[in-house]
């Protein structure tokens, strides 16, 4: 059975910066797209972040560009989220996300598997 399991979320002032971490098990995701999503109360869950198998290829949410890198540790089936200059319209929910196939868009649809979700929330 495939678990994504998110850890690294917890309160932060603005400007400060945490690691998400997503740990993959059940079976290995190396060619496979991974991302970040989230989801803040009330609001539809969004695309944060996306790596290609290798992590040769990324793409990001404008809102996030320049302060944010996902990164990929295929030797440990693990995803990260870098996460910098963290300001309070990022606090949200955060949700890991593994793809079947190469897909790594910003389309939820595109992804198979998901964790439970890490909170961020970030103090002004």
């Known amino acids: 059975q495939v678990q994504l399991v998110e850890s690294g979320g917890g309160l932060v002032q603005a400007e400060g910066s945490l690691r998400l971490s997503c740990a993959a098990s059940?079976?290995?995701?190396?060619?496979?797209?991974m991302g970040w999503f989230r989801q803040a109360p009330g609001k539809e869950r969004e695309f944060v972040a996306a790596a290609s198998g290798y992590g040769t290829s990324t793409s990001y949410a404008d809102s996030v560009k320049g302060r944010f890198t996902i990164s990929r540790d295929n030797a440990k089936n693990t995803v990260y989220l870098q996460m910098n200059s963290l300001k309070p319209e990022d606090t949200a929910v955060y949700y890991c996300?593994?793809?079947?196939?190469?897909?790594?868009?910003?389309?939820?649809?595109?992804?198979?598997?998901w964790g439970q979700g890490t909170q961020v929330t970030v103090s002004s």
């Open positions: 059940g079976r290995t995701f190396s060619t496979q797209g």
């Open positions: 996300a593994a793809a079947n196939t190469y897909y790594r868009g910003s389309d939820s649809n595109g992804y198979n598997y």
